[in-house]
């Protein structure tokens, strides 16, 4: 399990969705959240489908209000 932290605008969404490097949505963590306080998700290190995913690197990716795009990056060690 890992917890991503993040800074939702106070005015508009967020969508926070991991990847794997080859661009394919492997979990989505938080559709259209809202907030103006600091927010997070945790992540259990599966799939959208429940599956645990292999090691690797991975990428979170952030959008706030439609737009404004932030990528950090997951190593999954098992």
């Known amino acids: 399990m890992t917890r991503l932290d993040f800074s939702p605008p106070s005015d508009g969404e967020v969508t926070l969705t991991i990847h ?3 661009g394919r949505n492997v979990r989505t963590l938080v559709q259209n959240g809202r907030g103006a306080d600091g927010a997070g998700a945790a992540w259990d290190l599966r799939d959208d489908d429940g599956r645990a995913v292999p090691p690797g690197l991975y990428l979170a990716r952030l959008v706030r209000n439609g737009g404004r795009v932030s990528v950090r ?3 999954v060690l098992r």
Do not use: P
Request: aromatic residues 0%.
């Open 20 to 22: 794997d490097l080859s």
């Open 73 to 75: 990056r997951v190593i």
